[in-house]
């Protein structure tokens, strides 16, 4: 599968990228054996969790101008990386 098929979502949100980074291992890792995830890689910017069958999962966080960019992206957990971002706070209106 070619990364043009991969779904890429972002969100805005008022949590520190470190903040958001133990979110999504909290998440993912607390989720059914069928969509559960584990970490593979960790820096500060970004976490890579490998779940069922191999399927890697990428949520990256980076501050931005009073508020936080997160972009998660995933070849068939788009679904769950959607059900993790609703979880955030999200950031007021970008102007």
Do not use: W
């Not at 191999?54 to 992206?73: K, W, Y």
């Amino acid at each position: 599968m070619t990364t043009q098929r991969r779904t890429m979502i972002e969100h805005r949100t008022t949590l520190e990228p470190a903040r958001v980074l133990e979110a999504a291992v909290a998440f993912f890792s607390r989720r059914n054996s069928l969509y559960a995830a584990f970490v593979e890689q960790v820096s500060p910017t970004h976490v890579s969790l490998r779940g069922q069958g191999g399927e890697e999962i990428v949520i990256a966080a980076t501050p931005a101008g009073g508020h936080t960019l997160v972009t998660g992206s995933s070849y068939l957990f788009d679904a769950q990386v959607s059900r993790f971002l609703a979880t955030l706070p999200p950031a007021g209106a970008i102007a």
